[in-house]
């Protein structure tokens, strides 16, 4: 999701097959997917109470944040501003997912349109989300649409650019600045330079980003480009940026090489189960189930927990946590060792070294 976002597109044999019709499911694989179909189906009305209630919450937070006349009302503005974008990214992931009003016209030009205000292109982000999908825990698939993670052989045999630029990308730094590095520069600047013509959405995204903030910096002051954009953004896609990295990069996390990938595996054993408090899960969208989600990717967000409550394969997750301890021990798995079947820190292979 951070400077790989904009990396190599994925191979062309991939694009456009359906996740849960890879040659490389088996006859387990299919079981348990075939048991979670059931809450692969919305309720309409359902979806639309998120949605309105979602944007409704993100136009007050907004307002709250803009217009507020104590400035500390505005910094708790802002803030709730920056979770509920979270919430209403996940919304627009179900619905490129194909799992939120997926035949509604008019949920197609609203979340097209949020696609392109939150810098998060829609062609950009199926052609990379959607191979992230098909490859998680994969050793052997290119970095686009996730972090790449390296072996310690890898590691041993790269070059010392080769090896900074891995250790930039995976950098705490590098996600609390996810709000360039991921989105303005993987998910627009890289895609549209790279292939203009296939990625014009990714310019549009950045032309439109660059106006509105020009817009309401010179019409409504630089108090309110702070409190109501540039801050919220910037906490929001930080967030956004680590909870992408926490779900795939997590102490017990396991990785295979292409040979032994299996799809179920991926999903439960490199996947992970953010347990939040419901607030919080709220504001996430359950995006914290994410063990399931990956499992089978047209579970609506609000049908998850159900799906995790009726089968037990899933109630047995590899979790963590937001808590600060859980965090830093997230941000140290660097590198995958196969020998040891474990991730480890930087210093360890110098150490065996």
Do not use: K
């Not at 009302?73 to 920056?82: H, K």
Request: hydrophobic share 50%.
């Amino acid at each position: 999701m951070a400077v790989a976002e904009g990396g190599a597109r994925p191979a062309a044999g991939r694009r456009g097959l359906s996740l849960l019709d890879r040659p490389s499911l088996d006859h387990t694989d299919r079981d348990l997917i075939a048991r979670t179909r059931p809450f692969a189906t919305q309720d309409v009305a359902r979806s639309w109470w998120h949605v309105a209630s979602t944007f409704g919450a993100l136009a007050a937070a907004v307002a709250l944040a803009a217009a507020a006349p104590w400035w500390p009302l505005r910094v708790v503005g802002g803030l709730l501003e920056a979770l509920v974008l979270v919430r209403a990214f996940i919304l627009f992931h179900d619905h490129m997912h194909g799992s939120l009003l997926r035949s509604s016209p008019v949920a197609r030009a609203l979340f097209w349109l949020h696609g392109v205000l939150v810098l998060t292109p829609p062609r950009q982000w199926n052609d990379t989300h959607n191979y992230h999908h098909a490859n998680t825990a994969n050793l052997a698939a290119t970095a686009a649409g996730t972090y790449v993670t390296w072996s310690t052989d890898t590691w041993r045999a790269a070059s010392r650019r080769e090896r900074l630029a891995y250790v930039i990308e995976r950098h705490p730094l590098t996600m609390l600045l996810g709000y360039f590095t991921a989105f303005l520069v993987g998910m627009c600047i890289v895609p549209f330079v790279r292939d203009p013509r296939r990625y014009w959405s990714s310019g549009l995204a950045l032309l439109v980003h660059l106006g509105v903030s020009f817009t309401v910096w010179s019409v409504f002051g630089t108090a309110v480009y702070l409190s109501a954009m540039l801050v919220p953004l910037l906490v929001a896609y930080a967030l956004g940026t680590y909870l992408f990295f926490a779900q795939h990069n997590f102490p017990d996390v396991a990785f295979r090489p292409e040979g032994e990938w299996a799809h179920a595996d991926a999903a439960l054993e490199a996947s992970s189960y953010l347990v939040c408090s419901p607030v919080m899960a709220w504001f996430t969208g359950n995006i914290g189930y994410h063990h399931i989600h990956h499992l089978n990717p047209r579970i609506p967000f609000y049908r998850l927990p159900e799906a995790m409550a009726a089968l037990p394969e899933l109630q047995q997750p590899r979790t963590t946590t937001l808590h600060p301890r859980d965090v830093l021990a997230c941000l140290r798995q660097n590198l995958w060792d196969s020998a040891q079947q474990r991730m480890v820190r930087y210093r360890d292979v110098r150490a065996a070294a």
